[in-house]
T-cell receptor, first 114, second 115 residues
Framework: EAQVTQNPRYLITVTGKKLTVTCSQNMNHEYMSWYRQDPGLGLRQIYYSMNVEVTDKGDVPEGYKVSRKEKRNFPLILESPSPNQTSLYFC?????????????FGSGTQLSVL | AQKITQTQPGMFVQEKEAVTLDCTYDTSDPSYGLFWYKQPSSGEMIFLIYQGSYDQQNATEGRYSLNFQKARKSANLVISASQLGDSAMYFCAMRETSNDYKLSFGAGTTVTVRA
């Protein structure tokens, strides 16, 4: 089954404790990205990657890191989480960046930083 | 400036009735794409429908149709014959040629279908 797999589904942590949210897709998609969802703000892009070893900042990259060492994986790293990073996070992928290319989303990671 | 505006935070609709979700957008690109996604309470994002800026006809997918008014920069989603399972949050999103690496999302509209 074609899918984007994100883990964990829920995560509670404390300020400053490094964490990684994993993302993997099995569709051989070139393009992957991370979004965060906050009430009243919709989804905002954190980082994106157009191919292996090619990543760039989105609209809200502060406090996050990513890497794309393999085509299928695109982990999101919070080196020193803070409470304002409490949010619902989505990994997404698509075959290309064509206008009509829809994003496939992971099931989301609800992160709480205490 | 907000690229996508969804002015209805929440709506109620009676089962079997139609509901229209408003979406206006702002872009100076001549070529762009508009998407609608559904997010049920379980949290996943489900693609519903797509409209290209140069498409001559309004997009339809089953009970979903997109009322695309290019001059008004609006892309309203119409759900016909609402079902209880349509209760969810709905997001309008846009991809522009000049920013093709991302979708810009609206704040979303929560729809509650009443029996």
């Amino acid at each position: 089954e074609a899918q984007v797999t994100q883990n964990p589904r829920y995560l509670i942590t404390v300020t400053g404790k490094k964490l990684t949210v994993t993302c993997s897709q099995n569709m051989n998609h070139e393009y992957m990205s991370w979004y965060r969802q906050d009430p009243g703000l919709g989804l905002r892009q954190i980082y994106y990657s157009m191919n292996v070893e090619v990543t760039d900042k989105g609209d809200v990259p502060e406090g996050y890191k990513v890497s794309r060492k393999e085509k299928r994986n695109f982990p999101l790293i919070l080196e020193s989480p803070s409470p304002n990073q409490t949010s619902l996070y989505f990994c997404a992928s698509s075959l290309s960046r064509s206008l009509g290319e829809k994003l496939f989303f992971g099931s989301g990671t609800q992160l709480s930083v205490l | 400036a907000q690229k996508i505006t969804q002015t209805q935070p929440g709506m109620f609709v009676q089962e079997k009735e139609a509901v229209t979700l408003d979406c206006t957008y702002d872009t100076s690109d001549p070529s762009y794409g508009l998407f609608w996604y559904k997010q049920p309470s379980s949290g996943e994002m489900i693609f519903l429908i797509y409209q290209g800026s140069y498409d001559q006809q309004n997009a339809t997918e089953g009970r979903y149709s997109l009322n695309f008014q290019k001059a008004r920069k609006s892309a309203n989603l119409v759900i016909s014959a609402s079902q209880l399972g349509d209760s969810a949050m709905y997001f309008c999103a846009m991809r522009e040629t000049s920013n093709d690496y991302k979708l810009s999302f609206g704040a979303g509209t929560t729809v509650t279908v009443r029996a």
